[in-house]
């Protein structure tokens, strides 16, 4: 485990920051190139750790790809934001413009390392607004 101020440039730092205070939760970046989580805590200090375990009892999580190295997992106790994965869509799209893709002599591992569902009306393109109306 290891701590840093800052392990990613400062527009990573800015989009994981906004992800983290806009749906109050915790966003971890996985990097499946050398297996490794990478926290920002509350401080803004950036917290590494090889230990890519399963999500923890009692957290609602979501994972999406950000390129074929990494994924965001955005988690927290209790629920999520109602619009997490169009948030977490859009977040990774934002990140996928400053980290590292997958080297060509880096093993193949899935980016969602299994798990997870799926993104759902993100996916299909559905608007929220059609789809928050039809499920109240």
């Known amino acids: ?3 840093g101020d800052r392990i990613f440039g400062e527009r ?38 090889r230990d890519v375990g399963n999500d923890v009892a009692g957290t609602c999580a979501v994972r999406v790809a950000i390129n074929d190295r990494w994924t965001l997992r955005i988690f927290r106790k209790g629920r999520l934001h109602h619009d997490v994965e169009a ?16 080297e060509s002599r880096e093993p193949s591992l899935p980016p969602t390392h299994g798990g997870g569902g799926t993104s759902g009306s993100a996916e299909l393109g559905i608007p ?8 109240n």
Request: no cysteine.
């Open 1 to 3: 485990m290891r701590f």
């Open 12 to 49: 990573v730092q800015e989009i994981v920051e906004a992800l983290g205070a806009t749906l109050d939760a915790t966003i971890d970046l996985i990097d499946w190139g050398d297996r490794r989580h990478h926290f920002v805590t509350r401080n803004g200090r950036w917290l590494s750790t």
């Open 87 to 102: 948030i977490a869509t859009w977040g990774a799209r934002l990140l996928g413009d400053h980290l590292p893709r997958k």
């Open 128 to 135: 929220l607004a059609w789809l928050r109306k039809t499920q």
